[in-house]
């Protein structure tokens, strides 16, 4: 089906490219995330999974939704892959509330989809060698895999894991910051 739709837009935009000499480069199938609870990411794995987003099954479903979105009969460009940030969906903010995944969850994900550590709340206190670790984390799991990993992680300032955020933001969900051992 989103195949279908996309190759729609695209008939569309090689039209548009043609009237206008403009260049058609392809088109970026991200999901995008949403602050509305019926288009969170989270919540549409849940209707796949027999659990709450992190639940056993939130692998396949990324590996899954990965290959779907880099495999689609059309121009693809820009990252055209799954995003999982955990601050701009509402059902990813919740499920970070309930603790049902953690940093190394979100990273084991990375490995078939490529989002990396997106939007992350973390402690204030954080040191830098546990930042440094956690990069160096991900920074080993991008060369193995031979892919570029993104990395928004964001130091609260003041405030402890498990202390809820404070975002000042219509782009932000507020959540639970994240414990790091």
Do not use: W
């Amino acid at each position: 089906m989103l195949e279908t739709e996309l190759q729609k837009i695209e008939a569309i935009a090689k039209q548009i490219s043609a009237k206008f000499a403009i260049e058609y480069n392809g088109i970026d199938t991200s999901l995008a995330p949403s602050l509305d609870k019926s288009n969170s990411i989270a919540f549409a794995y849940e209707k796949l999974l027999h659990g709450k987003f992190g639940s056993p099954g939130t692998l396949a479903i990324s590996g899954m939704l990965t290959r779907v979105l880099k495999n689609v009969s059309i121009k693809i460009c820009g990252y055209s892959g799954l995003m999982l940030p955990v601050c701009e969906d509402v059902g990813l903010a919740t499920r970070a509330n309930e603790q049902t995944y953690d940093l190394t969850n979100l990273l084991l994900y990375s490995a078939v989809c490529g989002c990396g550590l997106d939007t992350v709340p973390l402690p204030g206190d954080i040191s830098v060698e546990q930042i440094a670790a956690i990069l160096i984390d991900q920074a080993t799991l991008a060369l193995k895999l031979n892919k570029p990993l993104s990395a928004r992680l964001f130091p609260i300032p003041n405030k402890k894991a498990g202390e809820m955020t404070t975002f000042n933001s219509p782009y932000l969900v507020d959540c639970q910051i994240f414990a790091v051992d």
